[in-house]
Structure formats: structure tokens, C-alpha cells
């Protein structure tokens, strides 16, 4: 099903940019716009249930993300001597590239740097997808994932990475007895 109306009128989305709407106003931007399966669809990513999105070519999306994660879970496993089995899901297909891109990110300078080499790999999968049906459901798909990828990067401050660096040596330090 064709969102003429609904896609032309979606802003462009980068990186950098301030976030147009939050995502659950996007949801609702879409109610009387989409079918009830895309509805649900764009439900479900925006909820982060991307297990149970249904959409053929977003499953696309969800099964390279799905092999790029297993793929840092094992090699963060194996950087630690354990087991990746437990870390591992099931996806339907294989890309040579989310493996490559796994293995460079994980030696990358800083975390900051990975996470940014990680989500430009997402948006150019995501832009790859929506060439296949530019004013389609998977369109606004794509703009649902791009836009929680936009509002995770915002939330990314200097004040929220101290807070939780913070957090993280007072738990250890908590748990050394002196």
C-alpha cells in the first residue's frame, strides 16, 4: 500500500538534527493514515518489539541487526573467555558486510566511535530497504527506526555520560571491601 501524502510530508532526518516529534507522536501521526498491519508494524518499532514486526523487507532490517548484534556479542564474548552461545539469537539470512562491520567497530578508538560506525550501518541498510518502495509501508518503517536512531544520539549528553560513569565506580567501588 502506497503513503503518498504521509512520506512527502515526513522531514528529512540526520544524525546531528534536532528530533522533529517524538516517536510515540509519529505513532500517532500515523493512525489515520495507515492500515492496521503497517499500524501495528510501526507499533511494534517504535515499542522496540521488532521481533513481531510482520513486514517482509523490515524483517530484512531485523535479521541484519539481529546477526550485527550476535556478531559484537561473540566477539565481546570471546574477549572475556566465555561462552557466546547464550548471546546468540536466530536470523534468517547472512551478510558478509554486518560481519566485517562488527569486527571493526569492536576496534574502534573509543565506544562513541562504534556506536556512531554501528548506526550509520543501520541507516544505510534502512535506505537501501526504502529504494525498494519509496512512498510504502517500509518508508515509514524505516522513518520510525531512523527516528528512535535520532532520539538515541540527542540523548547522548556529556552531563547523562558522567551520571552514568559515576554510577558505574560508585557500584564498583561499593562492592571492594576496604
Same mark, same amino acid.
Given at each position: ?77 570471546? !574477549? ?8 546468540? #539469537? %536466530?536470523?534468517?539470512?547472512?551478510? $558478509?558486510? *554486518? ?52 532520539? !538515541? ?8 555520560? #558522567? %551520571?552514568?560513569?559515576?554510577?558505574? $565506580?560508585? *557500584? ?7
Amino acid at each position: 500500500m502506497a503513503y503518498h501524502y504521509l512520506v512527502a510530508s515526513l522531514p528529512l532526518l540526520t544524525f546531528d538534527q534536532e528530533i522533529p516529534f517524538a516517536p510515540t507522536e509519529f505513532v500517532s501521526m500515523c493512525e489515520t493514515q495507515l492500515s492496521k498491519s503497517d499500524l501495528a508494524d510501526v507499533r511494534n518499532i517504535v515499542a522496540r518489539r521488532l521481533d513481531q514486526v510482520e513486514h517482509p523487507v523490515f524483517r530484512l532490517y531485523v535479521a541484519a541487526d539481529t546477526q550485527l548484534r550476535s556478531a559484537l556479542a561473540r566477539i565481546r564474548a570471546s !574477549r572475556v573467555s566465555l561462552d557466546p552461545g547464550p548471546f546468540q #539469537k %536466530s536470523y534468517a539470512g547472512f551478510s $558478509v558486510y *554486518a560481519e566485517k562491520l562488527a569486527t571493526e567497530a569492536m576496534s574502534a578508538a573509543n565506544p562513541l566511535e562504534r556506536e556512531l560506525m554501528l548506526d550509520k550501518f543501520r541507516w544505510q541498510f534502512l535506505d537501501e530497504l526504502v529504494v525498494l518502495d519509496a512512498f510504502g509501508a517500509i518508508a515509514v518503517m524505516a522513518f520510525a527506526e531512523k527516528l528512535l536512531i535520532v532520539e !538515541r544520539w540527542q540523548s547522548l549528553t556529556e552531563e547523562k555520560g #558522567k %551520571s552514568i560513569v559515576e554510577q558505574i $565506580v560508585e *557500584a564498583n567501588v561499593a562492592g571492594i571491601k576496604l
